[in-house]
């Protein structure tokens, strides 16, 4: 069982940037893949990135290929979401995922996922 919260949200212009993070706490010596989705309102939840527990095997929706980063500091318990030129449509709530998983290959379905954070607003203004 893991914990996740996340944080970092908050309302921006277009073209500015903004770090997520995610802390993970708990059965942190497990292995886990990671996953940050968002849903804006009356949108389904789509992936936005994710990674193996290796963070070699990553994963980046076309619509922000480029502009975010995903990246994992393991010795913080933390996963972060590097985004950068925002757009209005990146608006939405944005959440971290993980999935206990010994393969190194990451999951871009949000069914596969065993843990949720509450997420974070993230609202891009034009």
């Known amino acids: 069982q893991v914990q996740l919260v996340e944080s970092g949200g908050g309302l921006v212009q277009a073209g500015d940037s903004l770090r997520l993070s995610c802390a993970v706490s708990g059965r942190t010596s497990n292995r886990y893949a990671m996953g940050w989705f968002r849903q804006a309102p009356g949108k389904e939840r789509e992936a936005v990135a994710a990674?193996?527990?290796?963070?070699?095997?990553?994963y980046y929706a076309d619509s922000v290929k480029g502009r975010f980063t995903v990246s994992r500091e393991n010795d913080r318990n933390t996963i972060y979401l590097q985004m950068n030129s925002l757009k209005p449509e990146d608006t939405a709530r944005y959440y971290c995922?993980?999935?206990?998983?010994?393969?190194?290959?990451?999951?871009?379905?949000?069914?596969?996922?065993?843990?949720w954070g509450q997420g974070t607003q993230v609202t891009v203004s034009s």
């Open positions: 995922a993980a999935k206990e998983s010994l393969l190194g290959r990451y999951y871009s379905e949000s069914g596969a996922y065993e843990f």
């Open positions: 990674m193996g527990w290796s963070s070699v095997s990553l």
